[in-house]
T-cell receptor, first 114, second 113 residues
Framework: NAGVTQTPKFQVLKTGQSMTLQCAQD?????MSWYRQDPGMGLRLIHY???????DQGEVPNGYNVSRSTTEDFPLRLLSAAPSQTSVYFC?????????????FGPGTRLLVL | AQTVTQSQPEMSVQEAETVTLSCTYD???????LFWYKQPPSRQMILVIR??????QNATENRFSVNFQKAAKSFSLKISDSQLGDAAMYFC??????????FGTGTRLKVLA
């Protein structure tokens, strides 16, 4: 049971490049989400999903796309990277039953956009 | 809109002593959930403790306990017998039973030997 995995761990991009941050979980959780963590700002929700084929926007969705074709995977796409997207990105998952329970977080992806 | 405020950017505590981290929140909901997460230097987010608003009893987990004051919208974390391994960023988080979690800006805890 690997929990929540994220790849890559670290990435450097040039402004305008695109890339996909991968997130996978093996706990059969319905809920998955993406956060960005910036100094002094805590974690902010980018997008979330409550099941395959269902996604919705969080607090800071601009510049990011997501899709959920399977229960296990929830990739985050940056279509045209900007320096303002330099951040640490966390993926999290949790079951939906029983109300908000603990979210299981991945180890994070550190992204630097030059 | 709901907000979560952690007014202490940094705190220090002597090993074996007790420290309290503050968290206040703003909501018009009556039912909600509050969390404290720990983020050590490894960056891994770890749930410390969880409190349901409808429960009057304060949650406890070993050396960690909360002081939940619903009327004051306050949710502080008390760490007793502080250990070096408690040094980390601590985040307070709120969820109203929907799919959106709101995090505070964090408090960095230093534990002095």
């Amino acid at each position: 049971n690997a929990g929540v995995t994220q790849t890559p761990k670290f990435q450097v991009l040039k402004t305008g490049q695109s890339m996909t941050l991968q997130c996978a979980q093996d706990m059969n959780h319905e809920y998955m989400s993406w956060y960005r963590q910036d100094p002094g700002m805590g974690l902010r929700l980018i997008h979330y999903s409550v099941g395959a084929g269902i996604t919705d926007q969080g607090e800071v969705p601009n510049g990011y796309n997501v899709s959920r074709s399977t229960t296990e995977d929830f990739p985050l796409r940056l279509l045209s990277a900007a320096p303002s997207q330099t951040s640490v990105y966390f993926c999290a998952s949790s079951p939906l039953a029983g109300g908000p329970v603990t979210q299981y977080f991945g180890p994070g992806t550190r992204l630097l956009v030059l | 809109a709901q907000t979560v405020t952690q007014s202490q950017p940094e705190m220090s505590v002597q090993e074996a002593e007790t420290v309290t981290l503050s968290c206040t929140y703003d909501t018009s909901e009556s039912d909600y959930y509050l969390f404290w997460y720990k983020q050590p230097p490894s960056r891994q987010m770890i749930l410390v403790i969880r409190q349901e608003a409808y429960k009057q009893q304060n949650a406890t987990e070993n050396r960690f306990s909360v002081n939940f004051q619903k009327a004051a919208k306050s949710f502080s974390l008390k760490i007793s017998d502080s250990q070096l391994g408690d040094a980390a960023m601590y985040f307070c988080a709120y969820n109203s039973g929907t799919y959106k979690y709101i995090f505070g800006t964090g408090t960095r805890l230093k534990v002095l030997a």
